[in-house]
């Protein structure tokens, strides 16, 4: 069966975003914001998608924005939530997100209220090092590692080369090109990680802020970035 990606718009022009990929069973990827999970179980309800057919609930890495729905979900879905082991600790202890700024934005961003929300602990039933294969979840993928963003950033790879990289990069809200999203702990970790994403030659990336990116516009933004880095 051929997957299908679906994105949940948890903010007005895509400037959050979950998403669900349907294959034999579904898997959930990422809950948004505290107060967004009720957002993606009446999504799920729209779109004649059970509770029960969820599988997995990969949380691709532990900022508040992408994690903070989980508790809410979880008392509709019975899945094990997976998550990095880079990443893990920090959602088991409920630490609030650590946040580098990447550029202006984010620094004005990192005085608001969201980004610096607390999450109560959670409770991972999978925390994985190696690559994650989904098959054994019902989805033909599988989850790479992909640090930079955090350390335990992941994507997920699909066999029809449409990626869900998360906030490995953006998109501008405004135009179809890529930007830095507002954090990143370690921009050069992130640069280098990018660069493995696209040796994997996807068609079309996912993200976690903006509408999905055609990979031919990254490449040239990449080298335009890592142009202007090597001039420094």
Known sequence: ??????????????????????????????????????????????????????????????????????????????????????????????????????GIFGRLFKLTPLPNQSVPPINPQIIFNEDLDLTEFGVNGRVIHTPGHTPGSVSVLMSNKEFIVADAIARNPFSKNPVFPPFHDNIAEALKTLEYILSFQPKILHVGHGGPIDSTRVMPWLQKINHKSSQL
Do not use: C
């Open 1 to 102: 069966m051929q997957n299908q990606i679906l994105t949940i718009p948890l903010l007005p022009n895509n400037l959050l975003n979950s998403f669900i990929i349907r294959g034999k069973s579904t898997i959930l990827i990422d809950t948004g914001a505290p107060g967004d999970g009720k957002k993606i179980i009446n999504y799920l309800k729209r779109n004649h998608i059970q509770p029960s057919d969820i599988s997995l609930i990969l949380l691709s890495h532990r900022h508040v924005d992408h994690v903070g729905g989980v508790h809410e979900i979880l008392e509709h879905v019975n899945a094990p939530v997976a998550i990095h082991a880079k990443d893990a600790q920090p959602v088991i202890n409920g630490e609030k997100s650590t946040l580098t700024p990447t």
